[in-house]
């Protein structure tokens, strides 16, 4: 429980804390405008993923060139060996 001597301090303290560091006067309008521009984002990101194709359906089968040459094999580097 606090008694007044806690709330005195409690009070001596909120004042020193607005004199040092005091609330922007702005700051509710500067708020309530960032939340509306996340929304706003979240709204566009929605609609933007709505109209993209959907990743898991499948086209038509695809047609692929065989190749029966054979291709050079690589030549292997030999490998370092440290000392």
Known sequence: ?????????LT??????DAV?????DLVERSLFAITL???EADLMEAVYLDA??????GPPQ????????????RQLPSRTTR
């Open 21 to 25: 560091d005091p609330v922007p006067s």
């Open 38 to 40: 996340a929304g706003l």
């Open 53 to 58: 194709p959907l990743a898991g359906v499948r």
């Open 12 to 17: 001596r303290l909120a004042e020193l804390v």
């Open 63 to 74: 047609q692929h060139a065989q190749t029966t040459q054979r291709l050079p094999r690589r």
């Open 1 to 9: 429980m606090l008694d007044a001597d806690d709330g005195a301090v």
